[in-house]
Nanobody, 120 residues
Framework: QVQLVESGGGLVQPGGSLRLSCAASGSIFSIIHMGWYRQAPGEQRELVAGITSGGSTNYADSAKGRFTISRDNAKNTVYLQMNSLRPEDTAVYYC??????????????WGQGTQVTVSS
C-alpha cells in the first residue's frame, strides 16, 4: 500500500497564492503518474494538473498559466503552486499517485484531501 500525506491548504484572498504538497511512502517501486484533483460541492472530481515519470505535465484549462505542478523524485513528493487564485478555485484538493510495486502490481492511491478556500 501507498500512503499519501497532503498539506498546504487553507484560506486565501482572491489573487493570493498557495502551495500544496503531497508526500508518498510505502510499497513504491516506481511512480507512473502524479496528479492533483479537486472537487467542489455538488461537482465532480476533476484533474487540475498531472506529471508523468518523464516529467511531462498537463493542466486543466482553468489552471493553465496560474498553476504549476512539480515533483521531487528523491522525496516522492509532488507540489502544486497555485497563483492568482479565484473564488472558483475553492474545492477540496486531492493528491493522486499511480505507482508500481516490486511485484508489478499497479496501485492507484489518494490523499486525504486538503481544503482550499478562496474568499474575500
Amino acid at each position: 500500500q501507498v500512503q499519501l500525506v497532503e498539506s498546504g491548504g487553507g484560506l486565501v484572498q482572491p489573487g493570493g497564492s498557495l502551495r500544496l504538497s503531497c508526500a508518498a511512502s510505502g510499497s513504491i517501486f516506481s511512480i507512473i503518474h502524479m496528479g492533483w484533483y479537486r472537487q467542489a460541492p455538488g461537482e465532480q472530481r476533476e484533474l487540475v494538473a498531472g506529471i508523468t515519470s518523464g516529467g511531462s505535465t498537463n493542466y486543466a484549462d482553468s489552471a493553465k498559466g496560474r498553476f504549476t505542478i512539480s515533483r521531487d523524485n528523491a522525496k516522492n513528493t509532488v507540489y502544486l503552486q497555485m497563483n492568482s487564485l479565484r473564488p472558483e478555485d475553492t474545492a477540496v484538493y486531492y493528491c493522486n499517485v499511480v505507482s508500481k510495486t516490486g511485484w508489478g502490481t499497479i496501485l492507484n492511491s489518494w490523499g486525504q484531501g486538503t481544503q482550499v478556500t478562496v474568499s474575500s
